[in-house]
């Protein structure tokens, strides 16, 4: 299958994430158990369960073997979650743990971040990160989405996103994703197409061209 005829859709928690008749090539979150398993995927401590991590350096161990897998191409989702009740101390230390494995790895990271963006920026400033970081779900306000975007964050939107923060999302700085959502991914490339200004088949390619950039780690000109 050409991708480029095919949907991207970012980030899923659905292995067998099926649009109808649509053509989709789907980026998961769960590691898979069969050794054939052909999709790309990633892998990573999700803040909620940052709590459940008894010995860090297992967990980072496990994770270095995830992603040592081909279909493996991103870190995640990693991040921070203060509207759980995990420690925020234990989140910080977990997501900085895993930011600096991906940094070893050179592979992207797929962030998830609720009501923690000081702590978020304050982290990335610190560690001073290189490797591609995507915003997953993002649904924040415009000036939130042009202060990430400033500091060369990309942003992955789902169904339920701010509009105008999508609108104003450069092109080669945006993806699109379906999350835990039945939504046809589909009539999300539509939408965002429509306040673009693009075909479908325009933000298509261009959703493409954003994913060879971050696994390369070399971002369109004019970023």
């Known amino acids: 299958m050409n991708p480029r005829m095919t949907y991207l859709n970012f980030h899923t928690h659905r292995l067998s994430h099926t649009q109808d008749?649509?053509?989709?090539i789907n980026l998961s979150t769960a590691c898979p158990i069969d050794s054939d398993f052909k999709e790309w995927y990633t892998t990573g401590i999700h803040p909620w369960s940052a709590a459940d991590i008894t010995d860090i350096e297992k967990a980072l161990h496990e994770i270095r073997q995830q992603a040592s897998v081909p279909q493996c191409v991103a870190i995640g989702e990693i991040g921070l979650d203060y509207c759980k009740p995990v420690p925020k101390d234990i989140q910080k230390q977990i997501f900085a743990s895993q930011i600096q494995l991906a940094e070893q790895l050179n592979l992207p990271i797929i962030i998830h971040c609720v009501k923690a963006w000081n702590d978020l920026l304050d982290i990335h400033k610190r560690l001073s990160v290189n490797v591609p970081c995507i915003v997953h779900g993002f649904r924040g306000k415009p000036e939130l989405a042009s202060q990430l975007i400033k500091k060369k964050f990309y942003l992955s939107f789902g169904v339920r996103h701010n509009p105008e923060s999508l609108k104003i999302c450069p092109?080669?700085?945006l993806f699109l994703e379906t999350d835990e959502d039945e939504y046809p991914i589909a009539a999300l490339?539509?939408?965002?197409?429509v306040l673009h200004a693009l075909s479908t088949e325009e933000m298509k390619a261009q959703c493409w061209r954003n994913f060879q950039?971050?696994?390369?780690?070399?971002?369109?000109?004019?970023i």
Request: charged fraction near 25%; avoid cysteine; hydrophobic fraction near 25%.
């Open 21 to 24: 008749e649509t053509p989709v």
């Open 189 to 193: 490339y539509q939408t965002a197409a």
């Open 213 to 222: 950039a971050i696994k390369t780690g070399k971002p369109e000109k004019g």
């Open 171 to 173: 092109v080669n700085r």
